[in-house]
T-cell receptor, first 115, second 115 residues
Framework: GALVYQYPRRTICKSGTSMRMECQAV??????VAWYRQSPQKTFELIAL?????????EQNFTQEKFPISHPNLSFSSMTVLNAYLEDRGLYLCGAREGGGSDYTFGSGTRLLVI | GDSVTQTEGQVALSEEDFLTIHCNYS??????LFWYVQYPGEGPQLLFRASRDKEKGSSRGFEATYDKGTTSFHLRKASVQESDSAVYYC??????????????FGQGTVLSVIP
């Protein structure tokens, strides 16, 4: 079956430092990868959508300068949170899917705590 | 832009009670509608989807019917169990928004079932 693994599961970083999280697709080709953030008491906010052979599209309020994403092949993606501050804490989810018409499979997320 | 509204933030029921979680959407095109369930420590899992008016999606006793007239996709289950306790998210994917098929989530509803 299609699985998505995210690591680390939990991480703590000091305010102003950066943190990289990874997303691995197993059992299917991750043509599209979507990165979401779930902040405390909030729903899932889409950060950016990455499709192989296309430019990464960032949503309003999120930038490449703050959340650089790499999607080098059909099984892996990573995202870095640069200069993390309190408002960046939350659960970061990676969802991946294979081609048009298929459903996203989500990982369990990376929980970021900023101190 | 697209949006999804879930009326109930929290629902507390006893086992065998009837469940309804209301979901209304706003989209520029003809979206596909989804229900996801999220258990503690995990990412959201797809329950089911519906793509056209009057289509019923169902899984594990849960069901919802796509109603284009009222722009709704309410989740129902006739008899809930303690194991159904989780957070439920209504979501949509709108082909009209550039074909990116990004998922837009509602705020989520916390379901607590008391044995």
């Amino acid at each position: 079956g299609a699985l998505v693994y995210q690591y680390p599961r939990r991480t703590i970083c000091k305010s102003g430092t950066s943190m990289r999280m990874e997303c691995q697709a197993v059992g299917f080709q991750a043509t599209s990868v979507a990165w979401y953030r779930q902040s405390p008491q909030k729903t899932f906010e889409l950060i950016a959508l990455s499709t192989v052979n296309s430019a990464i599209k960032y949503e309003q309020n999120f930038t490449q300068e703050k959340f650089p994403i790499s999607h080098p092949n059909l099984s892996f993606s990573s995202m870095t949170v640069l200069n993390a501050y309190l408002e960046d804490r939350g659960l970061y989810l990676c969802g991946a899917r294979e081609g048009g018409g298929s459903d996203y499979t989500f990982g369990s997320g990376t929980r970021l705590l900023v101190i | 832009g697209d949006s999804v509204t879930q009326t109930e933030g929290q629902v507390a029921l006893s086992e065998e009670d009837f469940l309804t979680i209301h979901c209304n959407y706003s989209a520029s095109g003809y979206p596909t509608l989804f229900w996801y369930v999220q258990y503690p420590g995990e990412g959201p899992q797809l329950l089911f989807r519906a793509s056209r008016d009057k289509e019923k999606g169902s899984s594990r006793g849960f069901e919802a019917t796509y109603d284009k007239g009222t722009t709704s996709f309410h989740l129902r289950k006739a008899s809930v169990q303690e194991s159904d306790s989780a957070v439920y998210y209504c979501a949509l994917s709108d082909e009209a928004t550039g074909g990116n098929n990004k998922l837009t989530f509602g705020q989520g509803t916390v379901l607590s079932v008391i044995p």
